[in-house]
């Protein structure tokens, strides 16, 4: 057997088939999937998560809703494995990124944590300049070269609509932004480590409605290239952004579906009473 | 309502009168060194080396104490900080939160916190003697790193204990190692760390009891980490157990100056760790 990086090799050097065949390869051998397996998650003696079975549909945006306490941020956190820093947390079940399960016993933690770009509740800026929260991800994953980084911080600050705005004190401390466009540079930094995968943990829940309603522009923005897992608690959130639903409540999956159908047509019971707001 | 209002007045008298003592207290400290050493402190105290005579009241100064002192705790500090800084950082970034083995540490820091700075200086000199050093330079700067050692690590600590968890998180899901998380980690609690250290310098430039048998005393300045050096407190020690008038004023000079660098150091802590707090915010 060839590796699929010597048959895109093969392919690269070979200029007839080239590119057209390559990408496709790519699709076809590494889709890029994230599906959740039997998971259990136990926190001391505590089960947190029942029997999480959920496929994320990709180039979308899949919001997870449900009461407080019921595991949303805990299920993001097995996603990227930031669970493994807290000993108490006992996972079973598997979670499959692009075909692998993150939690085999083979799998450098780093390079899943690299697919997937976290924006967290509160925007937390890196003790340095604007310029260097950007370029910190790449740096550390080993671009050296000048030219790539100041290219890659322009790239992404502007992706995220933050480059006018600070081009002329790129040097002073991203502490000195206002909460918004923290976490606007937040959501740059993240970008410049070039994920797969974009987990939202309440990222908006922080902020005030316009800098929401940028951030919210920009996730839909997101979805053409990558795939988005949001918690939220807001519903109206969830109904202005997502594709797909998934309702969590007490640890299980209640019901997951499209947008459209889950707030016009919910199957489950516990679903209408949460949407109508019999319990919060 | 009678027994209430004595009540509130009773107790108020015994706060105001326990804030007043430590005030009288500390005035009468400084007061009393102030008045006895202001007079006897001239430039030839701070500028020069003890001349021939220096102990029976003759010219001379002390440069010899102040640059020993600075020696000794330069020295000292560079020990404590290279282990200091480590140890708080494996108990609280590379440690689970709460784990058996860092509060071990942490009790055993409190435990060396309180030991008594004459058994550290008989711990020392029994280690020196051990080891085979002479009372020297090296001697005490080991003996004075390992009792401010525990005071800077407890308060380091307890400065990255109050760092909030979102920054390693946000390290960590960019795919950080722990290393180059702790290096960050390090710059945001750089200020912390100078409060850690201007406290253990205070502390430790002052102590007189570690240096006693551990650095010697010498009127020159030692060229070498084998050399006995002289040290401020000790200094003081020495002149003020002296028959002589002048030499005993000379000690309160000597204090003056103790003194003195020891407010600065302080006041400079407290700067540190209030721009600190500030930027905790």
Not at chain 2, 53 to 74: D, P, Q, R, T
Request: glycine content about 8%; charged content about 20%; proline content about 4%.
């Amino acid at each position: 057997m060839i590796s699929l990086d010597q048959q895109i090799e093969i392919l690269t050097v070979n200029p007839v088939m080239a590119t057209d065949r390559t990408t496709q390869l790519r699709k076809v051998i590494k889709n890029h999937t994230l599906r959740v397996e039997s998971l259990d998650v136990y926190i001391e003696k505590q089960h947190i998560l029942k029997d999480i079975n959920l496929t994320i549909p990709e180039k979308s945006i899949t919001c997870i809703i449900g009461p407080s306490g019921c595991g949303k941020s805990t299920f993001l956190k097995t996603l990227n494995r930031m669970h493994d820093e807290t000993p108490e947390v006992r996972i079973s079940g598997k979670v499959f990124v692009d075909d692998e399960n993150i939690y085999d016993k083979n799998i450098n933690v780093i390079d899943t944590r690299k697919k997937m770009g976290l924006l967290a509740q509160r925007p937390c800026p890196l003790p340095m300049s604007i310029f260097d929260n950007v370029a910190y991800g790449p740096r550390i994953h080993g671009t050296r070269k000048r030219k790539a980084i100041n290219q890659t911080v322009i790239k992404y600050l502007q992706y995220v609509g933050l480059w006018d705005e600070v081009r002329g004190r790129i040097r002073s401390s991203a502490n000195r932004l206002s909460i918004g466009q923290q976490q606007r540079l937040c959501l740059a930094r993240g970008l410049a480590i070039e994920p797969e995968y974009i987990l939202g943990d309440e990222a908006t829940s922080a902020l005030d409605p316009l800098s929401t309603k940028i951030i919210e522009e920009l996730f839909i923005k997101l979805k053409d290239k990558y795939t988005v897992i949001l918690v939220t608690h807001t519903l109206r959130q969830a109904k202005r952004i997502a594709d797909h639903i998934v309702f969590m409540y007490l640890g299980q999956i209640i019901e997951t579906g499209t947008t459209e159908e889950f707030f016009s047509n919910p199957k489950q019971k516990l679903t209408r009473d949460y949407l109508s707001g019999s319990f919060s | 309502m009678k027994k209430k209002q004595l009540e509130e007045k009773v107790f108020k008298v015994i706060m105001i009168g326990a804030a007043a003592i430590i005030l009288v207290m500390l005035l009468y400290i400084i007061g009393t060194v102030l008045y006895k050493g202001l007079p006897s402190l001239t430039w030839d105290m701070i500028t020069k080396m003890p001349g021939g005579g220096f102990y029976l009241g003759k010219e001379g100064g002390v440069l010899n104490a102040i640059v020993g002192s600075v020696y000794i705790i330069i020295g000292a500090l560079a020990l404590s900080t290279l282990i200091s800084v480590p140890l708080v950082m494996y108990i609280n970034f590379y440690l689970p939160p709460n784990s058996k083995f860092s509060k071990v540490i942490r009790f055993s820091l409190d435990i060396l916190f309180g030991i008594p700075s004459i058994v550290y200086g008989a711990f020392g000199f029994a280690l020196m003697i051990y080891l085979g050093i002479r009372a020297s330079l090296l001697g005490g700067i080991i003996t004075v790193g390992m009792l401010i050692m525990p005071i800077m690590m407890r308060s380091f600590d307890e400065v990255a204990r109050l760092l909030s968890r979102d920054l390693p998180d946000a390290l960590l899901s960019l795919g950080a190692t722990k290393y180059e998380m702790t290096k960050i980690l390090l710059r945001q609690l750089m200020p912390g760390l100078m409060t850690a250290i201007l406290l253990a310098v205070g502390r430790g430039i002052g102590d007189a009891a570690t240096v006693l048998f551990t650095a010697g005393y010498t009127d020159n300045i030692p060229v070498s980490l084998n050399q006995p050096v002289a040290t401020l407190p000790l200094a003081i020690f020495f002149q003020l157990g002296s028959p002589v008038a002048e030499v005993q004023n000379r000690a309160y000079a000597s204090a003056v100056i103790l003194t003195v660098l020891i407010l600065v150091l302080s006041f400079s802590a407290r700067y540190f760790s209030s721009k600190f707090s500030k930027n905790k915010i």
